[in-house]
């Protein structure tokens, strides 16, 4: 096989895992959402995304230390997309809002350790000069997914029962690890293999970094960390009722819903790619402080979406905020990613970045149970116009703290050396 031949092969193996982890996530996730509002309260529906973020906090950062310490990134995202799809299965069956709940949660801890080791392996194929644009490429498939996943997650919820339609997540999640199987891993591989000891306990020393690790000092890293919590807890907070808030509060019929959540990831195909290359231009810095300050306008406008009379214009406002949390997000993923594969040290990469992981997830545990909480006492609207505010503080912290990591004039500070 040619190199021509081979990076076709690898880039189409990079897709269709991007895509297909990324769908899977989302279609059990807008399905459950309404199948759970259908039975229970704002909060119920808001822990359908808690219990997932959950396991992103939590276990992201552990595969991601697994990865590198063992250097067996194929094997890691192979294995945990098979007991992903493993424990997705049940969902077949279990129709309580507390069991489906339990098997999201049991999901998330084996399909949250996709991204930060495939994340690893982007980053090291684009290495220095086109990290973005590699990125950009990853990103667009995984935006590709997501589309699909909220279109079809609309369609087949007017289509199929329960049963069928956990089915097709089964399936989707089970494409995940047939196409890791055709990843190659250009990173380093360690010298020697750890034991079982050795490996548990590097793991519990790299989970938890100390407040004063240089690792999170350097480049105002621990406040790029501290800017995505924030952000997340608004977008997630907000996204994790947007299902019920589209049908129930704009009035929209459950086809019209997945249409509209599909706007975002369809725009984020065009979006990642180019703010790839601009990541590559203009620094990461700009990107990331304009996506955390576009994520608190996404809130704002679908606060709005209420206010227009006529279902149209509700429809056209609601679009509006997902166009803008489009843009907001691929610069902000793109920027972010892109700033720590710059000052991360390759043996420490997929751990940071499932660091990132973990700081998405904390947003992602508080920001559902806090704003369905909220919701239930103070309407939709208002807890999307207030919880705004926390993703343009981010804005801010990331302006005060971050510091730019490429093209410096200076070489940047390997994260991880002594």
């Keep these: 096989m040619d190199h021509r031949e081979d990076e076709r092969v690898q880039k189409g193996a990079l897709a269709t895992a991007a895509a297909t982890n990324k769908a899977a996530v989302i279609l059990m996730a807008t399905a459950m959402a309404i199948y759970v509002g259908r039975r229970g309260s704002p909060l119920a529906v808001g822990l359908v995304y808690t219990v997932f973020w959950f396991g992103s906090m939590v276990f992201s950062p552990v595969w991601g230390a697994v990865a590198d310490i063992t ?11 098979v007991l992903a799809t493993v424990t ?8 309580s809002v507390w069991g489906m709940l339990a ?6 801890v084996f399909a949250v350790g996709f991204l930060p080791v495939i994340l690893a392996i982007v980053s090291e194929r ?23 996943g909220q279109l079809f997650a609309g369609v087949l919820l007017g ?13 989707v999640s089970a494409t995940v690890a047939v196409a890791a199987l055709l990843v190659d891993d250009p990173t380093s591989t360690p010298a020697t293999t750890p034991t079982f000891r050795e490996l548990s306990a ?11 690790e240089r690792s999170l000092s350097t480049h105002g890293l621990r406040w790029l960390y501290l800017g995505v919590l924030l952000r997340n807890t608004t977008v997630l907070g907000i996204g994790s009722l947007l299902p019920v808030y589209l049908v129930s509060r704009l009035g929209a019929s459950e086809f019209l819903m997945g249409v509209l959540l599909a706007v975002n990831p369809a725009a984020q195909m065009a979006f990642m790619y180019l703010l790839g290359l601009a990541a590559d ?4 810095k700009p990107l990331i402080v304009g996506g955390l300050a576009g994520s608190g306008l996404h809130g704002l406008v679908m606060a709005g979406a209420v206010l227009p009379g006529s279902m149209v214009a509700r429809a056209s406002v609601a679009a509006l905020s997902f166009l803008l949390l489009a843009a907001s997000w691929s610069a902000l993923f793109t920027g972010s990613v892109a700033f720590i594969g710059d000052v991360a040290a390759p043996e420490r990469r997929s751990e940071l970045m499932g660091l990132r992981e973990t700081a998405r997830g904390v947003g992602g545990v508080v920001g559902p149970t806090l704003f369905g909480l909220l919701a239930t006492f103070a309407g939709y609207p208002l807890t999307f116009a207030g919880g705004s505010l926390l993703a343009l503080l981010a804005a801010g912290v990331a302006a005060a703290g971050v510091a730019e990591s490429h093209h410096t004039g200076a070489a940047v500070p390997i994260l991880g050396d002594d």
Aim: hydrophobic share 50%; net charge positive; no cysteine.
């Design 71 to 81: 250097g067996r990134r194929r094997a890691v995202l192979f294995g945990t997309a």
């Design 88 to 95: 997705a299965l049940p969902l077949v069956v279990v129709r």
């Design 103 to 108: 098997f999201r949660g049991a999901f998330a």
């Design 126 to 148: 684009g290495g220095s000069t086109s990290r973005g644009q590699e990125l950009g490429f990853f990103n667009t498939a995984r935006a590709l997914g997501l589309t699909a």
């Design 159 to 171: 289509l199929l029962a329960p049963p069928e339609l956990f089915l097709v997540v089964v399936v």
């Design 202 to 212: 590097e793991v519990r020393g790299r989970l938890i970094p100390t407040a004063g």
């Design 281 to 284: 231009r203009v620094g990461r």
